[in-house]
């Protein structure tokens, strides 16, 4: 393992990680997310977002964000980035997390003529398949559907891991469950979420199945159930989620 690795695994796992003390994360371990860290993270995150603005933010590269949080004066410490580097270039196996990656470099640009903004959403879809795909689906539903989540670039994902990881008490394992890390999400390529409009926060429950807009999604071959409970991949089941892109996972 170079420096690099070694210094950034540390700070992500504690030294018994990096010296390779086991291959398994045990509760303790998989708690050990320098919460610390990451609420400084999301606290600078949360200023570029106001900066740049929410539209924004879900494309924004990590370069740029560097950039606009220097300017904000809250640059990001060099353990802050090992710190980000340990969660995206490291193995999410080791939390129980086994989908796929599908962006390999954290400074990956999306050009921003790729992009296409949907009106009254505040998200992008990445122009071509995603466009044809999501223009079907208002066609067949008109306003009972609506856009929930779109275009993440690797930021974007990234602020999402760290707020729910807050939340979780700095619990990788069941961070993952539900979000997936930074690097991991085909959000980033081309996948995007949808719901019911006037549902609110249960277009994110299992209780979205039930509504008239999955049916028929379903039905006219939208939306692919891959995810039951208890599935092997470490994602929960996402019955709002368009494939577009290749892949297994939705997260």
Not at 8 to 14: K, S
Not at 31 to 60: C, H
Not at 234 to 241: A, D, K
């Amino acid at each position: 393992m170079d420096r690099r690795s070694f210094l950034a695994y540390t700070a992500l796992f504690g030294s018994s990680i990096a010296f390779g003390m086991t291959e398994e994360f045990d509760d303790t371990i998989v708690r050990s997310g320098a919460t610390r860290t990451t609420v400084s993270l999301l606290d600078k995150l949360n200023t570029v977002q106001d900066r740049v603005g929410y539209v924004q933010f879900n494309a924004i590269s990590f370069d740029e964000m560097l950039k606009v949080a220097h300017y904000c004066n809250k640059p990001l410490n060099q353990s802050e980035i090992g710190y980000i580097e340990a969660i995206f270039y490291g193995d999410p196996r080791r939390y129980g997390f086994y989908g796929e990656r599908t962006v390999p470099s954290l400074t990956a640009v999306t050009p921003k003529s790729d992009l296409q903004y949907i009106s009254k959403t505040g998200h992008f879809l990445l122009k071509g398949a995603a466009i044809e795909k999501y223009t079907s689906i208002k066609k067949l539903l008109g306003n009972d559907v609506i856009l929930t989540s779109g275009v993440r670039a690797p930021v974007k994902q990234l602020y999402l891991f760290m707020k729910k990881m807050v939340n979780e008490g700095g619990d990788l394992r069941a961070t993952s469950t539900s979000i997936a890390p930074p690097g991991f999400t085909f959000h980033s390529v081309g996948d995007f979420d949808i719901g019911k409009a006037g549902y609110g926060q249960y277009n994110f429950t299992e209780r979205f199945q039930e509504t008239d807009v999955f049916k028929k999604l379903y039905d006219q071959g939208y939306i692919t159930i891959r995810y039951t409970s208890n599935n092997p991949f470490g994602v929960r089941y996402e019955p709002w989620h368009i494939k577009v892109t290749g892949g297994n996972e939705t997260a």
